[in-house]
T-cell receptor, first 113, second 109 residues
Framework: EAQVTQNPRYLITVTGKKLTVTCSQN?????MSWYRQDPGLVFRQIYY???????DKGDVPEGYKVSRKEKRNFPLILESPSPNQTSLYFC????????????FGPGTRLTVL | KNEVEQSPQNLTAQEGEFITINCSYS?????LHWLQQHPGGGIVSLFM???GKKKHGRLIATINIQEKHSSLHITASHPRDSAVYIC???????????FGKGTKLTVNP
């Protein structure tokens, strides 16, 4: 089944404790992206990647890191999480670029205390 | 500044009604997505438009490039259409996507 998976789905952590949210797709997509959805339903793009070893900043990259060492995986890293990073995070992928149909993961609800 | 505005923010309808959700943007775009977020949180891509009109079942999406405006229509609405509908735009040559704030639709039986 074609899908985007994220782990963990739920995470409660404390300020400053490094964490990684994994994202994996099995569709051989080149474009992958991370978004956060905050209260009021607002989506904002954090980082995106056009292919292996090619990443670029979205609108809210501060406090986040990403890597794209393999085509299928695009982990989101929070080196020192803070409470303002409490949010719902979505990973998505598409065939080549942002104008292609986007396939979303199920979301990761992160709470930073 | 690249901005995306959606209206209305909230919409309540009776089953069977014709629904229109609007999305307008500030400058020229290369593509616009309509997404549906289910009450459980899952997100599905409905349409990608760069011009004209697309139809899938009871859903119709249109875009007017000159007026910088897109609409999502739902004909014969049903309670299962209750969801948040979001437009997302790719501006110019960037690969970034900028999102509207979403429209929460509730269809009552």
């Amino acid at each position: 089944e074609a899908q985007v998976t994220q782990n963990p789905r739920y995470l409660i952590t404390v300020t400053g404790k490094k964490l990684t949210v994994t994202c994996s797709q099995n569709m051989n997509h080149e474009y992958m992206s991370w978004y956060r959805q905050d209260p009021g339903l607002v989506f904002r793009q954090i980082y995106y990647s056009m292919n292996v070893e090619v990443t670029d900043k979205g609108d809210v990259p501060e406090g986040y890191k990403v890597s794209r060492k393999e085509k299928r995986n695009f982990p989101l890293i929070l080196e020192s999480p803070s409470p303002n990073q409490t949010s719902l995070y979505f990973c998505a992928s598409s065939l080549e670029k942002s104008t292609d149909t986007q396939y979303f993961g199920p979301g990761t609800r992160l709470t930073v205390l | 500044k690249n901005e995306v505005e959606q209206s209305p923010q909230n919409l309540t309808a009776q089953e069977g009604e014709f629904i229109t959700i609007n999305c307008s943007y500030s400058v020229g775009i290369s593509a616009l997505h309509w997404l549906q977020q289910h009450p459980g949180g899952g997100i599905v891509s409905l349409f990608m438009l760069s011009s004209g009109k697309k139809k899938h079942g009871r859903l119709i999406a249109t875009i007017n490039i000159q007026e910088k405006h897109s609409s999502l229509h739902i004909t014969a609405s049903h309670p299962r259409d209750s969801a948040v509908y979001i437009c997302a735009v790719r501006f110019g040559g960037s690969e970034k996507l900028v999102f509207g704030k979403g429209t929460k639709l509730t269809v009552n039986p």
